[in-house]
């Protein structure tokens, strides 16, 4: 698997990044002890950072999510949201969702969560926009698709972030044809060749799960 960053570089990065929340730093333990090695899904606390202060920045008051997993990023956005804001995030997955309404019921900013188990394509059907920001991040396979809906549901000056644009390298190699891998690949050709964002592909592959996201904010309506 490729490093782009060495894990020193990766934690000194991480030392001179804003401390998380006590919380969110018991969730990333929660999620390590009781998800094993899929803990590495989780956006961390550099990645996680960057959602939270893009968030803030575009004073959203609408977020999407597509991935819960453990909650962790939800948090870490619902943080940046005024009192009546609001994010919905979805997921299929009720091990990892039942952490995350744990800890959502645990924080101050949970109650501006709502959390929606089942598969996102159908979640999404039903969901009105605009929202101000997305974060796709499930199973890569969809990622098109999602981001397709993503487009659907936002407005001019939204911004949606995709995580997981790298894959360790796969990517770039032939012999990367897993379905992730493939959604992956179609996914940042979509990106690519779509009038209405401006984006950029960014290359975070450390040795703590960062993999890489997208950023593409709308400049055109759907
Ligand atoms: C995987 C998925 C993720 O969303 C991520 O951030 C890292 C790894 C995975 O499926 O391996
Ligand atoms: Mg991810």
Same mark, same amino acid.
């Given at each position: 698997?490729?490093?782009?960053?060495?894990?020193?570089?990766?934690?000194?990065? !991480?030392?001179?990044?804003?401390?998380?929340?006590?919380?969110?730093?018991?969730?990333?333990?929660?999620?390590?002890?009781?998800?094993?090695?899929?803990?590495?899904?989780?956006?961390?606390?550099?990645?996680?950072?960057?959602?939270?202060?893009? #968030?803030?920045?575009? +004073?959203?008051?609408?977020?999407?999510?597509?991935?819960?997993?453990?909650?962790?990023?939800?948090?870490?956005?619902? !943080?940046?949201?005024?009192?009546?804001?609001?994010?919905?995030?979805?997921?299929? &997955?009720?091990?990892?969702?039942?952490?995350?309404?744990?800890?959502?019921?645990?924080?101050?900013?949970?109650?501006?969560?709502?959390? +929606?188990?089942? $598969? !996102?394509?159908?979640?999404?059907?039903?969901?009105?926009? $605009?929202?101000?920001?997305?974060?796709?991040?499930?199973?890569?396979?969809?990622?098109?698709?999602?981001?397709?809906?993503?487009?659907?549901?936002?407005?001019?000056?939204?911004?949606?972030?995709? &995580?997981?644009?790298? +894959?360790?390298?796969?990517?770039?190699?032939?012999?990367?044809?897993?379905?992730? #891998?493939?959604?992956?690949?179609?996914?940042?050709?979509?990106?690519?060749?779509? $009038?209405? #964002?401006?984006?950029?592909?960014?290359?975070?592959?450390?040795?703590?799960?960062?993999?890489?996201?997208?950023? !593409?904010?709308?400049?055109?309506?759907?």
């Amino acid at each position: 698997m490729l490093t782009l960053v060495p894990e020193a570089v990766e934690e000194y990065a !991480a030392r001179h990044t804003s401390p998380l929340d006590p919380l969110l730093e018991e969730l990333i333990a929660t999620t390590q002890r009781r998800m094993g090695h899929s803990a590495v899904m989780l956006s961390g606390q550099i990645e996680g950072t960057l959602l939270q202060l893009l #968030v803030a920045s575009l +004073r959203a008051r609408r977020v999407l999510e597509i991935g819960t997993f453990t909650g962790f990023s939800a948090l870490v956005m619902a !943080a940046a949201l005024p009192d009546d804001g609001r994010l919905i995030t979805c997921d299929v &997955d009720p091990t990892a969702t039942a952490i995350a309404r744990d800890f959502f019921a645990r924080s101050p900013h949970g109650r501006k969560i709502e959390l +929606r188990l089942g $598969p !996102a394509l159908e979640t999404l059907k039903s969901l009105t926009g $605009p929202f101000d920001f997305v974060f796709i991040d499930a199973d890569k396979p969809n990622n098109a698709a999602y981001f397709d809906w993503a487009l659907q549901l936002s407005r001019p000056g939204s911004i949606i972030v995709v &995580d997981n644009v790298v +894959r360790g390298g796969d990517v770039i190699d032939a012999d990367g044809d897993s379905p992730t #891998v493939q959604g992956v690949r179609r996914f940042l050709e979509r990106l690519a060749a779509e $009038p209405r #964002v401006s984006a950029t592909a960014i290359q975070t592959v450390g040795s703590k799960g960062y993999d890489g996201f997208a950023i !593409a904010l709308v400049t055109s309506p759907s």
